[in-house]
């Protein structure tokens, strides 16, 4: 298919539908007769318990969308939409722009808008034995692909990411065609960082990811600009109370309903949840505000309850809390649990993570009563393709833990600078103070007070996904 056939086909690209051009109010306006609220008060909370768990991940990620490409006098702005902002560090705690950050690998940053036309994408060609990603992801919260060294390999390519409705050609020089359900989007890159000593290597392969859209890719003159999008300033509660419905509907109007959430999105309307319009929380009576903030809470309690039972015994894994719409099934628990904990999570394959909520005898963690060991046996370390990673996290900010060492992990590549005991195996110490002796290289410091941590295994071997490899628990030590 020749270049000037495929401008054509993608200068058809959807027009900004009405239910986008909507989205272009702002959601603070006063004017609001068209929302509707038709729910009794008992139909009311479990109606906003069901959108309260479905629409959190959503509006937790508009927090991140408006804090790196919304806000420019921001301490978290990265780059405008359709460019890529790169960080050249490892994450440390002054980072607060999303929980349960990774600092293994230094992040880049794509939002997409796909309304006019689809993006071009292009990854650099990388040495091998050293990890990258670049991670796809809806406005739900949803991954709906990779590129990199597990899927596309450490070649590098061009490839093209779609909004819905696209009804274009793969263009000559792309490598493949990756559509996206929503007309917003994220590409998180990440580059593998070896020590400090390698930051100069990492700052030249995030050179080498580029974006443009594909007007410019093939030379030819670009569509007409979508309409201006009016982004509303996040409130302080806007995950916690009915605010949250403000964002949701403002988000929502950038994706098309899917056909297995029609019977929700109808009960959706009862509440006044519907994509584009504004939410009139000011207008609500006290027995609907109460009604819904019964239903937040009860949405509240089922996580609590999930977590406990569930996360914290290990029953469920973070591999089935994050991943495409295929592989949640809309399961919106379990997609409000990744955001809540660790959003934009990897999916399994590309990465597993272990949360250590508890300690072996189902405790929760906290540095100020305890001390605490990870014992992993000589041929028992975590099982990575890529390599693995245990990060500390504060208990009450889910942020990177300050200490004086300004060491937040301990990974893989660390091993050869380890105490080995004298089996050969290896021993963490997680604690507030230094361990005693010349034990300081396996301390991982921890808060005084509440914490967690994530074993991040990257590229994880089948012995993980088949059960053969055993996750250690961490051990209080003796006063």
């Known amino acids: 298919m020749s270049s000037q056939s495929t401008v054509r086909d993608f200068a058809r690209y959807l027009k900004p539908p009405v239910y986008a051009l909507a989205a272009c109010l702002s959601l603070m306006a006063t004017q609001v007769s068209a929302m509707n609220f038709s729910a009794s008060p008992a139909e009311a909370t479990s109606i906003a318990r069901e959108a309260y768990l479905y629409g959190f991940p959503v509006v937790e990620m508009y927090k991140t969308l408006y804090a790196q490409a919304v806000d420019q006098g921001g301490k978290d702005f990265k780059a405008p939409f359709n460019d890529i902002g790169n960080t050249a560090?490892?994450?440390?705690?002054?980072?607060?722009?999303?929980?349960?950050?990774?600092?293994?690998?230094?992040?880049?940053?794509?939002?997409?808008?796909?309304?006019a036309e689809p993006?071009?994408?292009?990854?650099?060609?990388?040495?091998?034995?050293?990890?990258?990603?670049?991670?796809?992801?809806?406005?739900?919260?949803?991954?709906?692909?990779?590129?990199?060294?597990?899927?596309?390999?450490?070649k590098g390519g061009n490839f093209l990411i779609v909004g819905?409705?696209?009804?274009?050609?793969?263009?000559?020089?792309?490598?493949?065609?990756?559509?996206?359900?929503?007309?917003?989007?994220?590409?998180?890159?990440?580059?593998?960082?070896?020590?400090?000593?390698?930051?100069?290597?990492?700052?030249?392969?995030?050179?080498?990811?580029?974006?443009?859209?594909?007007?410019?890719?093939?030379?030819?003159?670009?569509?007409?600009?979508?309409?201006?999008?009016?982004?509303?300033?996040?409130?302080?509660?806007?995950?916690?109370?009915?605010?949250?419905?403000n964002y949701l509907n403002f988000m929502l109007a950038f994706a098309e309903p899917q056909p297995g959430e029609t019977a929700l999105r109808e009960r959706f309307k009862k509440i006044g949840i519907e994509p584009g319009l504004p939410y009139a929380t000011g207008q609500l009576s006290a027995e609907q505000r109460k009604a819904l903030e019964e239903g937040i809470a009860a949405g509240k309690a089922e996580f609590e309850q999930f977590k406990k039972e569930q996360v914290d015994t290990h029953k469920i894994s973070s591999g089935d809390l994050f991943g495409s719409r295929e592989h949640l099934k809309n399961n919106y628990l379990y997609r409000y649990a990744g955001a809540n904990m660790g959003i934009f999570g990897n999916s399994a394959e590309e990465a597993d993570y272990i949360g250590y909520f508890v300690d072996n005898q189902g405790r929760p963690l906290d540095g100020s009563r305890q001390r605490y060991t990870l014992h992993f046996d000589k041929n028992a370390l975590p099982p990575a393709?890529?390599?693995?990673?245990?990060?500390?996290?504060?208990?009450?900010?889910?942020?990177?833990?300050?200490?004086?060492?300004?060491?937040?992990?301990?990974?893989?590549?660390?091993?050869?600078?380890?105490?080995?005991?004298?089996?050969?195996?290896?021993?963490?110490?997680?604690?507030?103070?230094?361990?005693?002796?010349?034990?300081?290289?396996?301390?991982?410091?921890?808060?005084?007070?509440?914490?967690?941590?994530?074993?991040?295994?990257?590229?994880?071997?089948?012995?993980?996904?088949?059960?053969?490899?055993?996750?250690?628990?961490?051990?209080?030590?003796?006063?």
């Open 119 to 154: 993006l071009v994408l292009t990854l650099p060609a990388i040495e091998d034995g050293r990890y990258y990603s670049t991670q796809l992801i809806d406005l739900y919260t949803q991954n709906f692909a990779y590129l990199g060294s597990r899927t596309t390999g450490n």
């Open 164 to 245: 819905p409705g696209w009804q274009g050609e793969k263009p000559a020089g792309i490598e493949a065609v990756i559509p996206s359900e929503s007309e917003i989007a994220y590409g998180l890159n990440r580059t593998q960082l070896f020590d400090e000593k390698d930051l100069p290597r990492v700052k030249e392969i995030q050179r080498g990811y580029i974006v443009q859209p594909l007007s410019q890719f093939l030379g030819q003159p670009a569509p007409p600009l979508s309409a201006a999008i009016d982004w509303p300033a996040p409130v302080a509660n806007m995950s916690d109370s009915p605010e949250l419905f």
């Open 89 to 115: 560090m490892v994450f440390s705690p002054k980072d607060s722009a999303f929980v349960t950050p990774n600092s293994d690998t230094p992040y880049s940053f794509l939002w997409m808008d796909l309304r």
């Open 385 to 479: 393709n890529a390599f693995w990673s245990l990060t500390m996290y504060d208990g009450k900010s889910k942020l990177l833990v300050d200490n004086p060492l300004d060491r937040y992990l301990i990974n893989s590549r660390m091993l050869p600078d380890l105490k080995r005991d004298a089996d050969g195996g290896v021993t963490l110490y997680l604690q507030p103070q230094p361990p005693a002796g010349d034990l300081q290289n396996n301390w991982l410091p921890a808060p005084d007070g509440p914490f967690y941590g994530v074993l991040r295994i990257y590229m994880p071997k089948p012995e993980l996904a088949d059960g053969q490899w055993k996750m250690p628990l961490l051990t209080p030590v003796a006063p």
